[in-house]
């Protein structure tokens, strides 16, 4: 496992979603991060954006970004908790085509080791939908780092043995899958 280096690096397109009735561009340290940790990898930043905790604000959001076809994933940072604000789990799988449920299970697995049983807390998640990838975490600067350091850094990047979810994309809208309509 590990970088194949015989394999030309293939940025990725993504755009940064931060959830919240709070934060401004000016204070989003989540989304600062994770900005500069795409940048650093050498992806390209599609767009960032906030948008509140709100599930139809998020909906609406997320159909904008599946539908432009420059954009190969969308992260996003909070609102993955359990409070009644907390919504984009339930925003996301709205708009799912397909969920990667070892994404949540593996991010929780990786944080247990750093935060113990407070991992319990997180709903992080991901998923595909119109052939976009969609990730959901946590809203905290630490949870971004660890989910981009210890997940998404490796599976977004092509030469990531032995696969990886570069390698697949043109591969996501193939046969069967519906397309949901955008609201």
Same mark, same amino acid.
Request: proline share 4%.
């Given at each position: 496992?590990?970088?194949?280096?015989?394999?030309?690096?293939?940025?990725?397109?993504?755009?940064?979603? @931060?959830?919240?009735?709070?934060?401004?561009?000016?204070?989003?340290?989540?989304?600062?991060?994770?900005?500069?940790?795409?940048?650093?990898?050498?992806?390209?930043?599609?767009?960032?954006?906030?948008?509140?905790?709100?599930?139809?604000?998020?909906?609406?959001?997320?159909?904008?970004?599946?539908?432009?076809?420059?954009?190969?994933?969308?992260?996003?940072?909070?609102?993955?908790?359990?409070?009644?604000?907390?919504? @984009?789990?339930?925003?996301?799988?709205?708009?799912?085509?397909?969920?990667?449920?070892?994404?949540?299970?593996?991010?929780?697995?990786?944080?247990?080791?750093?935060?113990?049983?407070?991992?319990?807390?997180?709903?992080?998640?991901?998923?595909?939908?119109?052939?976009?990838?969609?990730?959901?975490?946590?809203?905290?600067?630490?949870?971004?780092?660890?989910?981009?350091?210890?997940?998404?850094?490796?599976?977004?990047?092509?030469?990531?043995?032995?696969?990886?979810?570069?390698?697949?994309?043109?591969?996501?809208?193939?046969?069967?899958?519906?397309?949901?309509?955008?609201?």
């Amino acid at each position: 496992m590990g970088l194949d280096m015989t394999r030309d690096f293939v940025p990725v397109s993504i755009a940064v979603m @931060t959830v919240s009735d709070s934060r401004t561009l000016d204070d989003d340290k989540s989304g600062d991060l994770l900005v500069a940790k795409l940048r650093e990898a050498g992806h390209k930043l599609a767009a960032r954006t906030i948008v509140t905790d709100d599930e139809e604000a998020i909906i609406a959001a997320l159909d904008g970004f599946i539908a432009d076809k420059m954009i190969d994933a969308v992260i996003l940072t909070g609102g993955t908790g359990l409070t009644g604000r907390d919504v @984009t789990p339930e925003a996301l799988r709205a708009v799912f085509d397909k969920e990667i449920d070892g994404f949540g299970e593996m991010f929780r697995f990786l944080s247990f080791q750093k935060i113990g049983t407070s991992t319990l807390q997180s709903r992080a998640l991901a998923g595909v939908a119109g052939g976009t990838y969609l990730f959901g975490l946590p809203g905290s600067p630490s949870a971004c780092r660890d989910a981009w350091d210890d997940l998404l850094a490796h599976q977004l990047d092509y030469r990531h043995r032995p696969c990886n979810f570069v390698e697949i994309m043109p591969r996501l809208t193939e046969q069967g899958i519906q397309a949901r309509k955008p609201s």
